[in-house]
């Protein structure tokens, strides 16, 4: 039952670097979603992918980009990492995007720009 | 649009006692919404969802939440706390196939 995985768990950047994150689900899920969550703010949506091979961009999509070769892998990738970036993220996949289909969530990724 | 608030940022209660979390949302149509669970350390756990078969929905673990249109809110309740209910909780709204939208919240801290 692993369902939603990410690594790495934990990660300390200094500012400038680079870094990816990944995501992979062994649930045959079409959609994919990072988010980032910050105290007192929930979740919000970074990009999201409704397939493979596609992308799109969410609520607060700026500093981050995305990629979707396959259907069991997202990947988020920070090109020069900023202190604003300093979060937990949150990887997410659904069956479908259709109102009742829930999102199933990975145990996130602690991330600490310096 | 859509948007959801939830009243309380902390709630604490003692076990054994009733929980009730409170949240609100705004929606130009038919909402879908749910309860999640964050345990520390953790990722979001699917509590609850209201699907519009019926407006009280029972959920896992002992908790549900009553969907009431008139006043727009889905609270999240359960009769009797336990220690392990100790999380944060967040209620989402999502309207036909736009993008989750989180509440900001509640931290409940259960008392022995």
């Known amino acids: 039952n692993a369902g939603v995985t990410q690594t790495p768990k934990f990660r300390v950047l200094k500012t400038g670097q680079s870094m990816t994150l990944l995501c992979a689900q062994d649930?045959?899920?079409?959609?994919m979603y990072w988010y980032r969550q910050d105290p007192g703010m929930g979740l919000r949506l970074i990009h999201y992918?409704?397939?493979?091979?596609?992308?799109a961009k969410g609520e607060v999509p700026d500093g981050y980009n995305v990629s979707r070769l396959k259907k069991q892998n997202f990947l988020l990738g920070l090109e020069s990492a900023a202190p604003s970036q300093t979060s937990v993220y949150f990887c997410?996949?659904?069956?479908?995007?259709?109102?009742?289909?829930?999102?199933?969530f990975g145990d996130g990724t602690r991330l600490s720009i310096l | 649009a859509q948007s959801v608030t939830q009243l309380d940022s902390h709630v604490s209660v003692s076990e054994g006692t009733p929980v009730l979390l409170r949240c609100n949302y705004s929606?130009?149509?038919?909402?879908?919404l749910f309860w999640y669970v964050q345990h520390p350390n953790k990722g979001l756990q699917l509590l609850l969802k209201?699907?519009?078969?019926?407006?009280l929905v029972k959920g896992i673990n002992g908790f549900e939440a009553e969907f009431k249109k008139s006043e727009t809110s889905f609270h999240l309740t359960k009769p009797s706390a336990h220690m392990s209910d100790a999380a944060e909780y967040f209620c989402?709204?999502?309207?036909?196939?736009?993008?989750?939208?989180f509440g900001s919240g509640t931290q409940l801290t259960v008392l022995p």
């Open positions: 649930m045959n899920h079409e959609y």
């Open positions: 209201y699907t519009s078969a019926a407006t």
């Open positions: 929606s130009s149509y038919s909402p879908s």
């Open positions: 992918s409704v397939g493979e091979g596609t992308t």
């Open positions: 997410a996949s659904s069956l479908f995007r259709r109102g009742q289909q829930p999102q199933h």
């Open positions: 989402v709204v999502r309207v036909r196939t736009r993008q989750l939208t």
